[in-house]
């Protein structure tokens, strides 16, 4: 078989539909065992247009518990007022480390949260 140039590569994707071209991925992926995030695939032969449009902001933030700090009733108390937890549920979620007390919320929400509880003296992340 005779090596192909990038742009002979290029001009043959040109003519694929896209179902044509998602099997052409899938079927690459397998045989090489990698993997290509599709969006990036998909934008690098749909022009620059499309890289904007696979970059999207954020817009879901979970708030992670990493300490209680000195004041652990304090950040309890902060915890059952920002979720439905009862005194149980909340003290055992002060007391695992890394635990996520907002899961998906708004990023209004979330810098609020971590406002909150880092005024109680917890160490928080918002990822």
């Known amino acids: ?48 247009g499309a890289v904007a449009e696979a970059v999207e902001e ?3 933030f979970d708030v992670i518990l990493e300490g209680a700090g000195d004041k ?3 950040v309890i108390k902060e915890v059952r007022t920002l979720t439905s937890l009862g005194l149980k549920e909340a003290k055992d979620l002060v007391d695992t480390a890394g635990a996520k007390v907002l899961e998906k919320v708004a990023k209004d929400v ?14 928080v992340t918002v990822k």
């Open 1 to 48: 078989m005779a090596k192909l140039t990038q742009d002979e590569l290029l001009a043959q994707f040109e003519d694929l539909t896209l179902i044509e071209l998602a099997a052409f991925v899938k079927a690459f992926e397998e045989k090489f065992d990698v993997t290509a995030a599709a969006p990036v695939a998909v934008a690098g032969i749909a022009g620059p």
């Open 58 to 60: 954020q817009d879901e």
């Open 72 to 74: 652990k009733i304090q």
């Open 110 to 123: 979330a810098e609020k949260a971590k406002a909150a509880l880092e005024g109680a003296g917890a160490k």
